[in-house]
């Protein structure tokens, strides 16, 4: 009976990344030897990364991530962990926590229980463990049990759950646990990134400790894997529904252990419980590091942005300066600079550094104002980006007259304005690939959620990019959160741009066109795209359930309900087409990640009609 050193790990890997990956767990494995640890838990599908989808479904892969057992065992002297990695047996693919002690293996749980949910196709992948079978794996010519097991060690019984598992209520693995006495529950997982989904999973690693007597660990994945999930590397560890353990989220170092010294008997003192983050530091916490890892893992030289003096622009200006903030501060200059292979910046200052890998340029036309040049231009001067600033005039002027010439009429507000405003949208595609072509940077595209719900963005104009950051983050937040980066961040480079209303800028002046305008309010927007997306209800539901908040006239509010609901339906093949969106909130529009919807429908004529 005792006090045991029971520390967490967490790891940014990379599929594919055999080095860097065998590597980082190394490092952890060695720090936690060094500090004493007993018993470590690592994340799920740490050895190959969550990330490798298809990857998958090869027999190369998993043979490959089974090949680097023995020299990560060899570094488990005095130490029991897992090492989590696909195992094939009996011709299926098993998702596997190989579990080891003082470098010999003692067995191998496998995951019960598969995510197909919102970003998750796990199924696809891996066969889930039937409940209470173990049967014999052979792994470098010695057999080991494997399936549904639980492991000796001092005075704990140790189980598994891994991520999925433990989200499966009244059937999931820690009652049989339970049953089973164990009194140590090690969590390996792959838990995405979502805004406040912390406080999910707190309550989740809390309320296991109660109920079913026993401590608690969990350990997730870290960074920007493989392009769009976004994983916080959250590490907890909880005892009689009490948090004894949690580190701060979102940290830039490729690898993380903290340890607490827990009494198996119950009553540890909590040691380091970091504090939960609001959503509005989440939010660049998240993005920030989402860029870190897409630029040294895309080998590329920065970023170029096409910067109007909106809100979606400087949203993603702001989140590259956070990005050389806190990479610096976590890292320091010199460790984030060799990590995206820019040691000839040493020399140079935060904001110099902004500037060298960050192309900003404004596209003026005759219809934009002089409000939205000079809020784009003091926000990039002041984080330090660079800044262009050229017309578009003449290219729009080309295309407009040869078509004109083509079908023999000249195009006019009243009966081309969707045309009209398009091509010029359009015209500034090539001029900003061009520039990110130049210098080697990811174009960032601006779309935001709201207006990828509905489509109202001009396809091969404003959407093209090779990365959307923002866009599964809706305008309402947007706005919010803007004010919130001026006010407390510091981004006084923000003001101008905080004072406009959000404007496309493609019609003529004096018709002075806003977003909302052509659309709706964007907090109604946002009401109704959360009731009949994320919550998929239809029409009809969707109106009785705002018409009692009260929002907006009835008639109005049907209205907008009508428009949102065409205008998604139609709008598919543009959702189909935008660039790769990183995870950020609980719910997003892009096809790969969370929502599809057939190209082709009836466009909820039916359901509207009974609307």
């Known amino acids: 009976m005792g006090i045991y050193r029971i520390g967490t790990a967490t790891v940014n890997q990379t599929p594919l990344d055999w080095t860097n ?4 767990l190394k490092k952890a494995l060695n720090e936690a030897r060094n500090e004493g640890i007993e018993i470590l838990c690592l994340p799920e599908l740490s050895v190959t990364s969550y990330g490798c989808e298809d990857l998958f ?42 579990v080891v002690y003082n470098q010999e293996i003692l067995g191998v749980y496998a995951k019960q229980y598969m995510a197909l949910d919102g970003v998750h196709y796990e199924p696809r992948w891996f066969t889930p463990w039937p409940i209470g079978e173990v049967l014999e794996i052979e792994i470098g010519g010695k057999n080991y049990p494997i399936g549904d097991l639980t492991f000796d060690y001092k005075d704990w019984k140790i189980g598994f759950e891994i991520c999925e598992d433990a989200w499966r209520g009244v059937v999931r693995p820690a009652h049989r646990l339970c049953e089973k006495a164990v009194n140590l529950i090690l969590n390996p997982s792959a838990s995405h990134f979502a805004m406040e989904k912390t406080l999910q999973r707190i309550d989740l690693v809390k309320k296991s400790s109660t ?9 997730n994945l870290l960074g920007n894997e493989a392009g769009r999930m976004i994983y916080d ?56 590091l989402a860029l870190y890892d897409y630029l040294r893992k895309s080998r590329s030289n920065g ?46 200052s935060q904001k110099e550094i902004v500037g060298e890998i960050f192309a900003t340029a404004y596209q003026g036309s005759v219809n934009s104002s002089d409000d939205t040049l000079n809020a784009a231009q003091e926000l990039a001067n002041s984080i330090g980006a660079a800044f262009y600033h050229w017309t578009i005039d003449k290219a729009v002027e080309n295309y407009t007259s040869t078509i004109e010439t083509a079908i023999e009429r000249k195009l006019n507000w009243e009966t081309d304005d969707i045309t009209l405003q398009n091509i010029q949208a359009r015209s500034r595609s090539p001029i900003i690939w061009m520039l990110a072509n130049i210098k080697n940077r990811v174009l960032l595209t601006t779309s935001n959620r709201s ?34 980066a001026e006010e407390q961040l510091g981004y006084t480079g923000l003001s101008k741009i905080n004072a406009l209303a959000p404007t496309a800028e493609l019609r003529p002046k004096d018709q002075h066109q806003t977003d909302e305008d052509d659309l709706m309010p964007y907090p109604i927007l946002l009401a109704i795209e959360q009731l009949a997306i994320r919550d998929h209800q239809s029409p009809k539901e969707v109106f009785e359930k705002l018409k009692k908040k009260e929002l ?48 082709l429908s009836a466009g909820f004529i039916e359901e509207l009609k009974e609307l």
């Not at 027999?59 to 490959?64: A, F, G």
């Not at 827990?262 to 040691?271: I, K, L």
């Not at 719900?453 to 947007?478: E, N």
Request: proline share 5%.
């Open 21 to 24: 990956n065998i590597l980082q």
């Open 57 to 98: 479904l090869s027999h190369w892969l998993p043979e490959k991530a089974k090949s680097f057992l023995p020299e990560l065992i060899a570094e488990t002297k005095g130490l029991f962990t897992s090492f989590n990695l696909p195992l094939y047996f009996g011709g299926k693919l098993y998702n596997c926590a190989v």
């Open 211 to 219: 109920d079913f007597k026993c401590t608690y660990v969990y350990a």
């Open 233 to 288: 590397g959250e590490m907890m560890i909880a005892q009689n529904g009490e948090l004894i353990l949690r580190n701060e989220l979102l940290s830039f170092k490729p690898h993380q252990v903290i340890w607490a010294d827990v009494n198996s008997q119950g009553n540890t003192q909590p040691h380091n419980v970091s504090p939960i983050d609001p959503k509005e530091i989440e939010f660049p916490k998240a993005a920030g």
């Open 303 to 348: 970023y170029a942005l096409s910067i109007s003096g909106g809100a979606d622009s400087a949203t993603c200006a702001v989140l590259v300066a956070e990005m050389v903030k806190r990479a610096i501060e976590t890292l320091g200059k010199s460790a984030f600079l060799k990590s995206i292979n820019r040691l000839d910046l040493e020399g140079k």
């Open 451 to 484: 207006e990828g719900s509905v489509g109202y963005a001009t396809m091969d104009g404003d959407t093209s990019g090779s990365l959307a950051p923002i866009s599964s983050v809706d305008k309402v937040f947007i706005r919010k959160w803007l004010v919130y």
């Open 552 to 599: 907006e006239d009835e008639n109005l509010l049907k209205d907008h309900i009508i428009k949102f609901y065409k205008l998604w339906s139609r709008n598919q093949w543009k959702r189909e087409r935008l660039a790769p969106a990183f995870h950020l909130d609980e719910f997003n529009v892009d096809p790969r990640t969370w929502c599809r919807f057939p190209i």
